[in-house]
């Protein structure tokens, strides 16, 4: 079973020094204090993949958007058991919204004969959510989304488990090829070995700009976009808003209060 | 000149800083209070390939080298000091093996300490025998097929979990540092035994304990390199122990940093962050300078390490600088927390904790500026 498994690079918020500020463009964020990690979704499809290929054999395919930096979690994705990477590099990209970002990756993946293509469920950074289930659209293949439970039932098909409100799971049988975007929790992502990593470490990235995509400049970023993004704010503190100050003493007493107060302790 | 790490570097760095992230600092204030040994952490470890980080491939190992060694050392190190010291002896306690073990032995023991499948301690340290090993009196007395134990030693991390200890011990009638020999001996070998377990100041999730042997038979075939040679086996051992430490010590400098900045940023006197103010800023300075300094030194020894080069000096070094720069950042980090920083409550009451052994295990201060002296004055003889 030949696998694709799209991952995207993102801030990682989990760090409490993480501070967002918009930049100067007020069309992005400053990115200069970030560190970055794959996003928290696609680590899970990364796992998803490679425990198929060690269970079903075949090849996994690291595919992502991103400047050379992304190379870090492309290698560490490949340092897991993928097998073959290609990164889609142009500055033509940059303001690809959900609709040219899929044009993008179909246009890596469409000749790769894949039999399933994994993404994360949503990004942490934009939260669309609609990545994944564009790009089945542009390759006219059946899609299941917020996928935790993969199961190969025969050489065509597949029993995929959706994770719905309360933990509810959903089971549904779908026809390869197909696209599922994968939801946290499902597998538990391993960490690269010394092996892996020595392997990876040498792996070529194939990478991709506009001209190698086949497409026109017009197809990507912001010309090929159907939304735009125009503009990020800061929201403004609301009068039911109350942001408590002071001490890490003080808050605490004072939040303390509140609670007590609404009767909610 | 290059001042570039290799991609495998940055990998097996990002590996550990995600494990250690992950596995390690959730529960790191918690297992320092209870003085919790994470066997579970330990063991994952093993199998990922941790704890034997210099063993070459055909041993089992993840022949990733020292340089590897140092950063992914760091990254647990500033999660939990604790768990980084027995990760450092562990790695250490493959080298005795990897460098004069025999094939029997490589394959009996050292494949599996590399694997995890076995956790390796080190004794060398017995009461009266601390910064002078050359006196200790753990005799080992040749009975033809095997050597007869007796003796006491103390300060032994993780002596109480591991399978295989690497023994020092009198072989011969000389005196001082001749006449040491290194053996293997195995968990559960009759006249061996764990004695009491120390109650320390910091690095509380690690464990020390006294390993006691009272007539123990040990088989000829565990004796490690030649007869006599258990001094040098063991100095061997100890320089790339001291990178291991240095490394450690660079981790809880770090996080000493990490953790004055978002206080000095957060916490506000006289209308503003202190952060703003100049006394702040020259501690804040002041350690960010000394851990681009260790790190260099400390990568520079691993450096030489690995290309075969002498390092004695360079790991001593290392160590001597960054373990005295973890104490006065530990110092620094819990003076800029003011009374907050003496609470149980902040990370740095831990840090000050832990970076309190560094300047004292494997080779004092003291010991380190003599090593490096003695080496100075041989290089110019």
Same mark, same amino acid.
């Given at each position: 079973?030949?696998?694709?498994?799209?991952?995207?690079?993102?801030?990682?918020?989990?760090?409490?020094?993480?501070?967002?500020?918009?930049?100067?463009?007020?069309?992005?964020?400053?990115?200069?204090?970030?560190?970055? @990690?794959?996003?928290?979704?696609?680590?899970?499809? @990364?796992?998803?993949?490679?425990?198929?290929?060690?269970?079903?054999?075949?090849?996994?395919?690291?595919?992502?958007?991103?400047?050379?930096?992304?190379?870090?979690?492309?290698?560490?994705?490949?340092?897991?058991?993928?097998?073959?990477?290609?990164?889609?590099?142009?500055?033509?990209?940059?303001?690809?919204?959900?609709?040219?970002?899929?044009?993008?990756?179909?246009?890596?993946?469409?000749?790769?004969?894949?039999?399933?293509?994994?993404?994360?469920?949503?990004?942490?950074?934009?939260?669309?959510g609609a990545v994944g289930i564009a790009l089945?659209?542009?390759?006219?293949?059946?899609?299941?989304?917020?996928?935790?439970?993969?199961?190969?039932?025969?050489?065509?098909?597949?029993?995929?488990?959706?994770?719905?409100?309360?933990?509810?799971?959903?089971?549904?049988?779908?026809?390869?090829?197909?696209?599922?975007?994968?939801?946290?929790?499902?597998?538990?992502?391993?960490?690269?070995?010394?092996?892996?990593?020595?392997?990876?470490?040498?792996?070529?990235?194939?990478?991709?700009?506009?001209?190698?995509?086949?497409?026109?400049?017009?197809? @990507?970023?912001?010309?090929?976009?159907?939304?735009?993004?125009?503009?990020?704010?800061?929201?403004?503190?609301?009068?039911?808003?109350?942001?408590?100050?002071?001490?890490?003493?003080?808050?605490?007493?004072?939040?303390?209060?509140?609670?007590?107060?609404?009767?909610?302790? | 000149?290059?001042?570039?790490?290799?991609?495998?570097?940055?990998?097996?760095?990002?590996?550990?800083?995600?494990?250690?992230?992950?596995?390690?600092?959730?529960?790191?204030?918690?297992?320092?209070?209870?003085?919790?040994?994470?066997?579970?952490?330990?063991?994952?470890?093993?199998?990922?390939?941790?704890?034997?980080?210099?063993?070459?491939?055909?041993?089992?190992?993840?022949?990733?080298?020292?340089?590897?060694?140092?950063?992914?050392?760091?990254?647990?190190?500033?999660?939990?000091?604790?768990?980084?010291?027995?990760?450092?002896?562990?790695?250490?306690?493959?080298?005795?093996?990897?460098?004069?073990?025999?094939?029997?032995?490589?394959?009996?023991?050292?494949?599996?300490?590399?694997?995890?499948?076995?956790?390796?301690?080190?004794?060398?340290?017995?009461?009266?025998?601390?910064?002078?090993?050359?006196?200790?009196?753990?005799?080992?007395?040749?009975?033809?097929?095997?050597?007869?134990?007796?003796?006491?030693?103390?300060?032994?991390?993780?002596?109480?979990?591991?399978?295989?200890?690497?023994?020092?011990?009198?072989?011969?009638?000389?005196?001082?540092?001749?006449?040491?020999?290194?053996?293997?001996?195995?968990?559960?070998?009759?006249?061996?035994?764990?004695?009491?377990?120390?109650?320390?100041l910091g690095l509380r999730a690690s464990n020390?304990?006294?390993?006691?042997?009272?007539?123990?038979?040990?088989?000829?075939?565990?004796?490690?390199?030649?007869?006599?040679?258990?001094?040098?086996?063991?100095?061997?051992?100890?320089?790339?122990?001291?990178?291991?430490?240095?490394?450690?010590?660079?981790?809880?400098?770090?996080?000493?940093?990490?953790?004055?900045?978002?206080?000095?940023?957060?916490?506000?006197?006289?209308?503003?962050?202190?952060?703003?103010?100049?006394?702040?800023?020259?501690?804040?300075a002041d350690m960010a300078t000394g851990i681009?300094?260790?790190?260099?030194?400390?990568?520079?020894?691993?450096?030489?390490?690995?290309?075969?080069?002498?390092?004695?000096?360079?790991?001593?070094?290392?160590?001597?600088?960054?373990?005295?720069?973890?104490?006065?950042?530990?110092?620094?980090?819990?003076?800029?927390?003011?009374?907050?920083?003496?609470?149980?409550?902040?990370?740095?009451?831990?840090?000050?904790?832990?970076?309190?052994?560094?300047?004292?295990?494997?080779?004092?201060?003291?010991?380190?500026?003599?090593?490096?002296?003695?080496?100075?004055?041989?290089?110019?003889?």
């Open positions: 079973m030949n696998i694709v498994v799209c991952v995207k690079q993102v801030p990682d918020t989990s760090d409490p020094d993480t501070e967002v500020h918009i930049d100067g463009t007020g069309r992005g964020v400053d990115q200069s204090k970030f560190s970055f @990690v794959i996003n928290d979704a696609d680590n899970y499809a @990364v796992e998803e993949a490679i425990l198929l290929k060690e269970k079903h054999g075949g090849e996994v395919t690291v595919v992502n958007i991103g400047g050379e930096a992304a190379n870090q979690v492309i290698r560490m994705a490949l340092a897991k058991g993928g097998d073959g990477a290609v990164r889609l590099d142009d500055e033509s990209f940059v303001y690809s919204d959900v609709v040219a970002t899929a044009r993008l990756l179909k246009s890596a993946i469409k000749d790769l004969g894949c039999d399933l293509v994994l993404t994360g469920c949503m990004a942490s950074d934009d939260g669309y089945a659209q542009m390759l006219e293949v059946p899609h299941a989304a917020y996928v935790k439970t993969v199961e190969v039932v025969d050489d065509k098909k597949l029993k995929v488990g959706r994770e719905l409100e309360g933990g509810l799971l959903e089971m549904n049988e779908i026809e390869m090829p197909c696209l599922l975007a994968i939801q946290t929790g499902g597998n538990e992502p391993r960490y690269a070995s010394f092996k892996g990593i020595r392997e990876a470490s040498k792996k070529e990235i194939k990478v991709m700009d506009l001209a190698a995509t086949g497409l026109s400049a017009d197809e @990507v970023g912001e010309s090929g976009s159907v939304a735009v993004m125009t503009q990020y704010s800061v929201p403004e503190v609301g009068d039911l808003a109350e942001m408590i100050e002071g001490d890490p003493a003080e808050t605490s007493a004072k939040l303390a209060n509140i609670l007590k107060e609404k009767g909610l302790v | 000149m290059s001042f570039q790490l290799t991609e495998e570097q940055k990998m097996v760095r990002l590996m550990a800083r995600d494990f250690a992230g992950k596995e390690l600092e959730p529960m790191a204030a918690q297992r320092d209070k209870e003085e919790i040994f994470p066997m579970d952490v330990v063991k994952k470890m093993g199998e990922l390939g941790l704890l034997g980080m210099m063993v070459p491939d055909e041993y089992g190992g993840a022949g990733a080298g020292a340089v590897s060694y140092c950063l992914a050392l760091q990254e647990i190190a500033y999660a939990c000091a604790s768990t980084a010291v027995t990760m450092s002896v562990a790695n250490l306690s493959t080298e005795p093996l990897l460098r004069f073990g025999d094939e029997t032995q490589k394959t009996r023991y050292l494949l599996k300490l590399a694997q995890g499948e076995l956790l390796g301690c080190f004794a060398l340290t017995e009461p009266g025998a601390g910064s002078d090993p050359g006196s200790l009196s753990m005799s080992a007395e040749d009975k033809r097929d095997h050597y007869l134990i007796n003796g006491t030693k103390v300060f032994i991390t993780h002596g109480q979990y591991a399978d295989v200890v690497n023994l020092i011990a009198r072989t011969g009638p000389e005196k001082g540092s001749r006449g040491l020999s290194t053996f293997i001996v195995e968990k559960g070998t009759p006249g061996f035994s764990v004695g009491s377990r120390e109650d320390k020390t304990v006294e390993l006691l042997f009272s007539d123990c038979k040990v088989p000829k075939e565990n004796l490690v390199g030649k007869p006599g040679a258990g001094f040098k086996i063991a100095m061997i051992a100890l320089d790339s122990g001291r990178i291991g430490i240095a490394s450690q010590a660079l981790g809880i400098t770090r996080a000493c940093l990490d953790e004055s900045i978002r206080y000095a940023k957060g916490r506000k006197q006289f209308g503003k962050a202190i952060s703003s103010f100049e006394a702040i800023q020259w501690m804040i681009e300094a260790a790190n260099w030194l400390i990568l520079s020894a691993a450096w030489r390490k690995d290309q075969g080069l002498p390092f004695t000096k360079e790991a001593s070094m290392a160590k001597l600088f960054t373990s005295e720069l973890a104490n006065k950042s530990a110092y620094l980090a819990l003076q800029i927390h003011g009374g907050y920083g003496y609470l149980k409550d902040f990370k740095v009451e831990r840090l000050y904790r832990d970076a309190r052994a560094t300047t004292i295990y494997e080779g004092t201060s003291e010991i380190q500026r003599l090593v490096i002296a003695r080496n100075l004055l041989k290089e110019h003889a």
